[in-house]
């Protein structure tokens, strides 16, 4: 079945201590997508990527950091310069890169706690 | 101005009822807009997509888009236990093309 697997479920994280959030999809899609929601929140773009080898800042880019080297993997790191990291992150994906008349699939999210 | 904006809610609807959702936006050329379902503590999930002016049903679920008055609305028949859950609208920013933007949802509950 195709589809978008995010990993781990659940990610403590120690202060001082950067990780790494995986996103990976067999739908074939160019466009990959970072979000974060916090509690009783919408959801808040951190990075996205149209193409391989190529992303963007999204609204909330300080703290985090991604790669974009193989079109199936879109992994986000978390660093320590992120203070206030205990969120859901939500990754998704899209059909064409550059056209936002194309629905995003979300994976079923990675829940990131302070230790 | 939100380029997305949803009433918060909670919105309360008895079962059965019809349950009404809005959405505005502030982009005039938008194309395209989408419903997602979100689940408490689950992701979102694609319920519709709306591409043009006018109504699009799908089983109990019906969205409408109004690009004259800049809005998009899903209207919800029969409303179910089983559709308490918080509904995202989303459409193309006008910031970036490239990427959608995601109201902050409206919190449904259908009472029993």
Not at chain 1, 16 to 33: F, I
Request: hydrophobic fraction near 30%; glycine fraction near 10%.
């Amino acid at each position: 079945d195709g589809g978008i697997t995010q990993s781990p479920k659940y990610l403590f994280r120690k202060e001082g201590q950067n990780v790494t959030l995986s996103c990976e999809q067999n739908l074939n899609h160019d466009a990959m997508y970072w979000y974060r929601q916090d509690p009783g929140q919408g959801l808040r773009l951190i990075y996205y990527s149209q193409i391989v080898n190529d992303f963007q800042k999204g609204d909330i880019a300080e703290g985090y950091s991604v790669s974009r080297e193989k079109k199936e993997s879109f992994p986000l790191t978390v660093t320590s310069a992120q203070k206030n990291p205990t969120a859901f992150y939500l990754c998704a994906s899209s059909i064409g890169g550059g056209h936002s008349n194309q629905p995003q699939h979300f994976g079923d999210g990675t829940r990131l706690s302070i230790l | 101005q939100k380029e997305v904006e949803q009433n918060s809610g909670p919105l309360s609807v008895p079962e059965g009822a019809i349950a009404s959702l809005n959405c505005t936006y502030s982009d005039r050329v938008s194309q395209s807009f989408f419903w997602y379902r979100q689940y408490s503590g689950k992701s979102p999930e694609l319920i519709m997509s709306i591409y043009s002016n006018g109504d699009k049903e799908d089983g109990r679920f019906t969205a409408q888009l109004n690009k004259a008055s800049q809005y998009v609305s899903l209207l919800i028949r029969d409303s179910q236990p089983s559709d308490s859950a918080t509904y995202l609208c989303a459409g193309p920013g006008y910031s970036s093309a490239s990427k959608i933007i995601f109201g902050s949802g409206t919190r449904l509950s259908i009472r029993p």
